[in-house]
């Protein structure tokens, strides 16, 4: 169950990250997402992503220790919802590798595109899986 003033721990941490760029193994989604829910008193998942430095070697730490992805490891920890009942602060997966938290209609996490390296957002509905 998350604290009472998780609304505003949520835009905390979003207002934290804002100003950092994608470095993996450092601030990257999977981590942004791991540091939420540790924040508001969910398992520490973080850990089991290991050091990194790309996503390949993400990959494969993952993989080292039993796990074919990242959702994967979400999944031994949270809870499962369907995607469309997914909530502000819930997590969303879009592929086995990239998570997001939810901020209402969209999500953001750290990540890189043409034109950004740094937060993103994205539409929730085109999320595959979520977790409460």
């Known amino acids: ?3 009472n003033n998780w609304p505003a721990m949520l835009d905390a941490i979003v207002a934290e990250y ?10 990257d989604c ?3 997402c791991a540091e939420w829910v540790r924040r508001v008193g969910g398992p520490d998942f973080g850990p089991y992503f290991g050091t ?3 996503q390949k070697t993400a990959a494969a730490y993952v993989k080292k220790i039993g796990y074919k992805n ?3 490891v ?3 920890h949270l809870d499962k919802v ?5 909530q502000r602060g819930d997590i969303v997966f879009y592929t086995p590798w990239s998570c997001a938290v939810v901020l209402g209609c969209t999500s953001i996490s750290p990540g890189e595109s043409a034109t950004n390296s740094g937060l993103l957002t994205r539409p929730v509905f085109e999320a595959r899986t979520a977790y409460k």
């Open 18 to 27: 804002t100003a950092r760029e994608l470095e993996w193994g450092v601030n």
């Open 1 to 3: 169950m998350r604290p």
């Open 30 to 32: 999977g981590l942004f």
């Open 82 to 86: 369907p995607v469309l009942k997914a």
């Open 52 to 54: 990194y430095t790309d």
């Open 74 to 76: 979400v999944d031994k």
């Open 70 to 72: 990242m959702r994967e």
